[in-house]
T-cell receptor, first 116, second 115 residues
């Protein structure tokens, strides 16, 4: 499968624990995006990378959240001291990121986080 | 707040009928719009996009119409099939940017196809 992959697909954790999610983008894509989606809502942007550089962080990304893309390939999203409000689907997407219009963002299947 | 939004949260159509899903936007400078389909348990999947210099764009069984006067776009699905059952989102880049930036999504419309 050459699409975007995410691991794990599901994560159940207790409040206060740390969790880390991984995203493997399509190999030639240099842009990588993290979104969060709660039930009945559309995805909301969290942060994105151009190669290894983190270009932008949403105000939704509190200081408990950190994302990295150390080698410009896979990315990790860590949530420290999880809260029940962090329960959501975390989606990763990647795109070619070339100039111009219409660089389609390809989404992975998401990691569903449940904080008890 | 969000600049894209949906008129209806749910839509039920008979198999074989045409479906129309609507979306309103508020930023008159918006220049690029994308429709995504999200099936249960999956990430969103790109369907079709349109730039503001176009009024209409057609794909396979899908057509997107853009009315800049009333800041409204619609997704039309011809001969709706059971496999079209999903949540459909319109999305746009913020601040009139191109598609190479994070997207702002609307809340979505759930399409249910009745066999």
């Amino acid at each position: 499968d050459t699409g975007v992959s995410q691991d794990p697909r599901h994560k159940i954790t207790k409040r206060g624990q740390n969790v880390t999610f991984r995203c493997d983008p399509i190999s030639e894509h240099n842009r990588l995006y993290w979104y969060r989606q709660t039930l009945g809502q559309g995805p909301e942007f969290l942060t994105y990378f151009q190669n290894e550089a983190q270009l932008e962080k949403s105000r939704l990304l509190s200081d408990r959240f950190s994302a990295e893309r150390p080698k410009g390939s896979f990315s990790t999203l860590e949530i420290q001291r999880t809260e029940q409000g962090d329960s959501a689907m975390y989606l990763c997407a990647s795109s070619l990121g070339t100039s111009g219009w219409g660089n389609e963002q390809f989404f992975g299947p998401g990691t569903r986080l449940t904080v008890l | 707040g969000e600049s894209v939004g949906l008129h209806l949260p749910t839509l039920s159509v008979q198999e074989g009928d045409n479906s129309i899903i609507n979306c309103a936007y508020s930023n008159s400078a918006s220049d690029y719009f994308i429709w995504y389909k999200q099936e249960s348990g999956k990430g969103p999947q790109f369907i079709i996009d349109i730039r503001s210099n176009m009024d209409k764009r057609q794909g396979q069984r899908v057509t997107v119409l853009l009315n800049k006067t009333v800041k409204h776009l619609s997704l039309q699905i011809a001969a709706t099939q059971p496999g079209d059952s999903a949540v459909y989102f319109c999305a746009e880049p913020p601040k009139g940017n191109s598609g190479n930036t994070p997207l702002v999504f609307g809340k979505g419309t759930r399409l249910s196809v009745i066999a």
